[in-house]
């Protein structure tokens, strides 16, 4: 069964996503089936577990930042967020979040008929 599509506002930088755009600002609008909303849910959940542990990690010297591995893994998450974020939006913002550069689009693929 096809469910119909909601609209939804998303904060990034406040880690929510919400149904009314009074409750709280927002920086994305999107359109898109109750079914993706356990998916940013989730992301943000890591994403807030990921910090927590910087957190932590930054009170120990000894472990520099450019080798902690809970750094990428956010940015990593970040990226699939806006990935997502790209799929269901207008395209002024899909425009955007092409520029950032946690946006990146799938390689072309080139035709191989061997």
Partial sequence: M???PVKL????????IMT???SSP???ELT??????PIFEHLFEQMNHLEFRNFLRSHLPYVPYHFDSDNTDIDVRTMKLYALIH???????RLFIEKLPYFRPEPEKKYNPF
């Fill in 2 to 4: 096809q469910e119909n």
């Fill in 9 to 16: 506002y998303v904060s990034v930088a406040n880690q929510q």
């Fill in 20 to 22: 009314d755009k009074h």
């Fill in 26 to 28: 927002w920086e994305y």
């Fill in 32 to 37: 898109i089936t109750r079914e993706y909303i």
């Fill in 87 to 93: 799929e269901f939006t207008d395209t002024e913002t």
